[in-house]
């Protein structure tokens, strides 16, 4: 008996010790969960009508948090004030909307969620969630499509809000500044088209912005916008529009006068300040003289004067095409600008560009014959020297030879300033590589416009090298940088060889730019021959 018990002892033990063996370890925990949350329910069901209450709840299968709602949600036609939405920051069961807004009588609203929904553990989204009613008998269901574009960069924003403003009794072309649209979608984060859903039949203006602020209204400093040349009309024969964004140039305005230095007054500005005149009404000096010029990195204009004037304020008048502006300055004792010279060219140039000077305070001289330019061997070398005032700067143009060394050497009192000072001795070294150490890219166009703009740009769209025509001719980019370029057109209409943007109260649409669909490939020592077929105009522009 005593042996019977022992063995089923020594069982019971052995039992134990596998069983103990087979749950060493951490328990998994399950499959990792990679399916988006469900909805259970709605309270009312989607796609109601007759809606007339303040509240929805839609319900979940699992807990749910609400990420990024300020950029994924987006509700058509948009409700002031905004509606109140949980939960936010928190996990819950299920969304609660509580409407704030008196809604319009047949009406469809539409909830765009985006991927806003995500479940609570993994945050898997719910993807583009919509939840539509109508406060009348029937859900309108017509719709306007179509894609994004960027008139001047490859890649267009994200997040770019879509609109359409009803053309009826209250429409005018300012509407866009003053009052929120009828409709609206978003392309969220990761598309280049739209679809404005469950929209009733009617002419629209059809409007496109990357909306910064997010109000929903046209603000000309921070947004983008894009316009639809005339009316749509919903339903229409038309399969897609095509928007392209710009910046619009600011509409010019002067900041007032701040004294910066001695005899040195900034005038900050916005737009475009080309035509841009500065009068100072009260002088106090019989022999007073003033010069302009332009900071080199932001949008001011210094106003420089001499002499030191007694006074303790004076008006300044400030032109510019059809504005006049009369602005009050009140002068402060500061001490003057010194005279700093720098280059603004490269140690290592290429063929094509020339070296300059400037200056941080005006030039009123510049004696020629003391500057001289040298090669490796003290051959003198024939220059042109060319001064821009606004940006005070010199130009030296000089014909340059292959793998060569220059140099640049200003004499004492070569250059006087606005202020009577006057350089010491300054020597500048310039060098030039091989030829076979530069690339050279020859492009032809096919079905190009003139006049014409072609660029080389880096893949921040900063131009690197240009050419410009007004015939048809081939376009040959010779010793440049070797590396890998964006090829791209600008349509010049105006013929001023830059870019234009557009204008929405005026109608205008930006210039048109066109891409090379790959990049361009500078080899040093390669000649490259490229052809770039450029697409015919539509002759609707807005579709091109």
Same mark, same amino acid.
């Given at each position: 008996?005593?042996r019977?018990?022992?063995?089923?002892s020594?069982?019971?033990?052995?039992?134990?010790?596998v069983?103990a063996?087979?749950? =060493?370890?951490?328990?998994?925990?399950?499959e990792?969960?990679i399916?988006p949350p469900?909805?259970t329910?709605?309270?009312?069901e989607?796609?109601?009508?007759n809606?007339q209450? !303040?509240?929805?709840?839609?319900y979940?299968?699992?807990y749910?948090?609400i990420?990024?709602?300020?950029k994924q949600?987006?509700?058509?036609?948009?409700?002031d004030?905004e509606?109140e939405?949980t939960?936010?920051?928190s996990?819950?069961?299920?969304?609660?909307?509580i409407?704030?807004? %008196?809604l319009?009588?047949?009406t469809t609203?539409a909830?765009?969620?985006?991927?806003?929904?995500? +479940?609570?553990?993994? /945050?898997?989204?719910?993807?583009y969630y919509?939840?539509v009613?109508s406060?009348g &008998?029937y859900i309108?269901?017509?719709?306007?499509?179509?894609?994004?574009s *960027?008139?001047?960069?490859?890649?267009? &924003?994200t997040f770019?809000?879509v609109?359409l403003?009803a053309?009826?009794?209250?429409?005018s072309?300012?509407i866009i500044?003053?009052?929120k @649209?009828?409709y609206?979608t978003n392309t969220?984060?990761?598309l280049?088209?739209?679809?404005i859903?469950?929209i009733?039949?009617?002419n629209?203006?059809?409007v496109? #912005?990357?909306d910064?602020n997010r109000?929903?209204?046209?603000?000309?400093?921070?947004?983008k916008?894009?316009f639809?040349q005339?009316?749509?009309?919903?339903?229409s024969?038309?399969?897609s529009?095509?928007i392209?964004l710009f910046k619009?140039?600011?509409?010019f305005?002067?900041?007032r @006068?701040k004294?910066?230095?001695g005899?040195k007054i900034?005038f900050g500005?916005?737009?475009?300040?080309?035509?841009? /005149?500065v009068e100072m009404?009260?002088?106090?000096s019989? &022999?007073f003289?003033m010069?302009?010029?332009k900071?080199?990195?932001? +949008?001011?204009?210094y106003?420089?004067?001499?002499p030191?004037?007694?006074?303790?304020?004076t008006l300044?008048?400030v032109?510019?095409r #059809?504005?006049?502006?009369?602005l009050?300055?009140?002068? =402060? *004792?500061?001490?003057?600008?010194s005279? $700093? $010279?720098?280059?603004?060219s490269?140690?290592?140039?290429?063929f094509d560009? *020339?070296?300059?000077?400037e200056?941080?305070? @005006?030039?009123? &001289?510049?004696?020629?014959s003391?500057?001289?330019?040298?090669d490796?061997d003290?051959?003198?070398v024939?220059f042109?020297?060319?001064?821009?005032?606004i940006k005070?700067?010199?130009?030296?143009?000089?014909e340059?030879?292959e793998?060569?060394?220059?140099k640049l050497?200003?004499?004492?009192e070569?250059?006087?300033?606005f202020?009577?000072?006057?350089?010491? %001795?300054? !020597?500048?070294?310039?060098?030039?590589?091989?030829? *076979?150490q530069y690339?050279?890219?020859?492009?032809?166009? $096919?079905?190009?416009?003139?006049?014409?703009?072609?660029?080389?740009?880096?893949?921040k769209?900063?131009?690197?090298y240009?050419k410009?025509?007004? /015939?048809?001719?081939?376009f040959?980019f010779r010793n440049?940088?070797?590396g890998?370029?964006y090829l =791209?057109? $600008?349509?010049d209409s105006?013929?001023n060889?830059?870019?234009?943007?557009?204008?929405y109260?005026k109608?205008q649409q930006?210039?048109?730019i066109s891409?090379f669909p790959?990049l361009?490939d500078?080899r040093a020592g390669w000649d490259?021959i490229?052809?770039f077929?450029?697409?015919?105009t539509?002759?609707?522009?807005?579709?091109?």
């Open positions: 008996m005593f019977l018990v022992y063995k089923l020594l069982l019971i033990g052995l039992f134990l010790l069983l063996c087979a749950n =060493r370890g951490t328990p998994s925990g399950g990792k969960d399916l469900q909805i329910r709605s309270i009312p989607n796609f109601t009508t809606f209450g !303040n509240e929805i709840r839609i979940f299968d699992e749910i948090k990420k990024d709602i300020q949600l987006i509700i058509s036609p948009p409700m004030p509606p939405i939960p936010l920051g996990a819950s069961k299920y969304i609660k909307i409407i704030k807004d %008196t319009e009588a047949n609203y909830f765009n969620f985006g991927q806003s929904i995500v +479940d609570n553990n993994e /945050e898997i989204p719910y993807p919509r939840y009613f406060t &008998d309108d269901s017509l719709s306007v499509k179509g894609s994004i *960027d008139a001047k960069n490859r890649v267009p &924003d770019v809000s609109m403003y053309i009826d009794s209250t429409f072309d300012s500044y003053k009052k @649209p009828k609206i969220l984060d990761s280049t088209t739209f679809s859903d469950n009733r039949a009617g629209y203006l059809l496109a #912005l990357k910064e109000n929903f209204t046209y603000q000309q400093k921070s947004d916008i894009g639809y005339t009316p749509i009309s919903v339903p024969d038309s399969a529009y095509n392209k619009e140039e600011l509409d305005r002067v900041e @006068p004294q910066v230095a005899q900034a500005y916005e737009g475009d300040a080309k035509q841009m /005149e009404l009260e002088k106090n019989d &022999d003289e010069r302009l010029t900071d080199p990195k932001t +949008d001011t204009l106003y420089w004067y001499k030191k004037l007694e006074l303790d304020s300044f008048v032109r510019n #059809l504005t006049v502006d009369t009050n300055h009140r002068f =402060r *004792d500061l001490p003057k600008d005279l $700093i $010279i720098s280059k603004t490269s140690k290592n140039s290429g560009d *020339d070296f300059m000077l200056g941080t305070v @005006p030039f009123v &001289d510049f004696q020629e003391k500057v001289k330019i040298t490796s003290s051959i003198d024939p042109i020297s060319e001064y821009d005032s005070n700067r010199y130009t030296f143009k000089f340059k030879k793998s060569q060394s220059y050497e200003l004499l004492p070569a250059l006087t300033d202020f009577e000072n006057v350089n010491d %001795t300054l !020597n500048y070294s310039i060098k030039t590589k091989a030829f *076979d690339g050279n890219v020859r492009v032809t166009l $096919i079905n190009a416009e003139y006049p014409i703009i072609l660029q080389l740009t880096d893949d769209g900063v131009v690197k240009e410009f025509a007004t /015939e048809p001719r081939l040959d440049i940088n070797p890998l370029y =791209r057109t $600008i349509i105006n013929g060889k830059e870019w234009d943007s557009g204008n109260l109608q930006p210039e048109r891409y790959d361009v500078a490259l490229q052809e077929i450029l697409e015919k539509n002759p609707d522009p807005l579709k091109n």
